[in-house]
C-alpha cells in the first residue's frame, strides 16, 4: 500500500481544528499518510513578517498533496495588510503550483434550503481578474485612475473548460453550463463561448447550456436542481460558490479542490470557510467540509474507494444530525466510526 506525503497547513482559527478531524478520519479511512507540518497563514506573518517564503514554496512543491485549513487574521483586526494572506499565499501557491483548476462539489443536506441539490462548480483559477493585471495612474490626488484587467488566455480557458466537459461526460446527467456575462463582457466572454463552442465536438454525450451570471444567482435560488456541471471564470466562480454553499446547507459543508490536472506538482485541497476567530478553540466548527476536502485529496491520489467511503460516510452522518450539535471531535469520530 503506498504513503503519501501530505503538507498540512492548519492555518488559523479554526484551521488546525477541522484538519485534525480531517486527517483523523483519513486515517480510519485505512490510507498511510506521511503529513509534514508548515506554519503559514496570519500568525506566521505577525510572528516573522513572512508569508511564503520561497524554501518552503520549494518544499511543497515535493508533496503530493496540500491539505489546507484556513487562513485568516481575526475579523477587525489590522494586524495583516488586507489581501496579504490571500494574494501572498493563496493566489501564489495556485499560480506557481498550475493549480488552474478550482473544482467545488455542491450536495445539499437536510435542512437546507436546496436539500437535493448535486451540481459542482468549475472555476478557472489562474486567470481572469485575479492574475493581477491593472495599476493606478495619479494614485492618491482627485484624478486618481485604478484599473483592475481580466486576463483570459485561449490556453488557460481551454484546458478548464476541457476539465469541465471531461467531468460532466462523467457524471450521469452530462450536462455542462457556462456561466458568463457575454452580452457586456464581450472580449473575455466571446473566448469562453467560442472555446467551449469549439471543443465541445470531442465531448458529444454532454449537453451544453449557457447561463448569463446574474441569472445564474437567480437560478440557483429558485431551481438549482437545473445545475449538473458549471464552467465559468475566476471571480464569477468564487461569487456563485459562496451562493452556492448557502442554498446547499451552509459553507461550514463546502470543500474545494484545487486541481493541477496535468500532475505537474501537488493539488491543494481546503473547505472553503474561513478561519472563523471568533468560534476557535470552543469545539464548535463543522469539520464536514475539511473531511469532504479530504476525500477529493484521497480521489485525486487514486485512493477513489477510500474517497467514496468517507463522502459517504460524511453524508451519513448529516443525514442522521441534520442540526449537529456535537463538537468538532465528536463529529470526526462519528464520521470515522461510520467507515
Ligand atoms: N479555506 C479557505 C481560506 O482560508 N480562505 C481564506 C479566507 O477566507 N480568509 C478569510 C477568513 O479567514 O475569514
Known amino acids: 500500500m503506498s504513503t503519501y506525503k501530505v503538507g498540512v497547513i492548519g492555518g488559523d482559527g479554526i484551521g488546525p481544528e477541522v484538519v485534525a478531524e480531517a486527517l483523523k478520519v483519513v486515517g480510519a479511512a485505512g490510507v498511510s499518510l506521511s503529513c509534514t507540518d508548515y506554519d503559514l497563514g496570519a500568525d506566521r506573518y505577525v510572528r516573522t513578517g513572512e ?66 441539490c448535486d451540481f459542482v462548480v468549475i472555476r478557472e483559477n489562474t486567470e481572469g481578474t485575479y492574475a493581477g493585471e491593472g495599476g493606478f495612474l495619479r494614485k492618491g490626488t482627485l484624478f486618481e485612475v485604478a484599473t483592475q484587467g481580466s486576463v483570459n488566455t485561449r490556453h488557460g480557458v481551454e484546458r478548464c473548460a ?4 471531461a467531468l460532466a461526460a462523467d457524471r450521469p446527467r452530462h450536462q455542462l453550463t457556462l456561466v458568463h456575462k457575454t452580452n457586456v463582457l464581450t472580449f473575455a466572454g466571446d473566448l469562453w463561448q467560442r472555446t467551449v463552442d469549439e471543443i465541445s465536438p470531442d465531448f458529444p454525450s454532454v449537453v451544453r447550456d449557457y447561463n448569463h451570471v446574474d441569472a445564474t444567482c437567480i437560478y440557483l435560488v429558485e431551481n438549482p436542481n437545473r445545475y449538473d456541471v458549471i464552467v465559468t471564470d475566476n471571480l464569477f466562480g468564487d461569487i456563485i460558490t459562496d451562493l452556492a454553499g448557502a442554498i446547499s446547507g451552509g459553507i461550514g459543508y463546502a470543500a474545494s479542490a484545487n486541481l493541477n490536472p496535468d500532475r505537474t506538482g501537488p493539488s491543494l485541497f481546503e473547505p472553503v470557510h474561513g478561519a472563523a476567530h471568533d468560534i476557535a478553540g470552543t469545539g464548535r466548527a463543522n469539520p464536514a467540509a475539511a473531511i469532504r476536502s479530504a476525500a477529493l485529496m484521497l480521489d485525486h491520489l487514486g485512493e477513489a474507494s477510500a474517497a467514496e467511503k468517507m463522502t459517504k460516510s460524511v453524508a451519513d452522518f448529516i443525514a442522521s444530525h441534520p442540526d449537529p450539535t456535537l463538537s468538532t471531535a465528536a463529529i470526526g469520530d462519528a464520521i470515522a466510526e461510520r467507515l
Not at 55 to 61: C, D, G, H, N, W
Not at 162 to 165: L, S, V
Open 51 to 116: 508569508v511564503l517564503p520561497d524554501a518552503v514554496l520549494e518544499e511543497l512543491r515535493r508533496q503530493d498533496a496540500i491539505l489546507l485549513g484556513a487562513v485568516g487574521p481575526p475579523v477587525g483586526s489590522s494586524a495583516v495588510p488586507s489581501g496579504a494572506l490571500e494574494r501572498g499565499l493563496l493566489l501564489r501557491l495556485r499560480f506557481e503550483l498550475d493549480l488552474y483548476v478550482n473544482m467545488r462539489p455542491f450536495t445539499g443536506v437536510p435542512g437546507a434550503l436546496a436539500p437535493d
Open 162 to 165: 476541457r476539465f469541465a466537459f
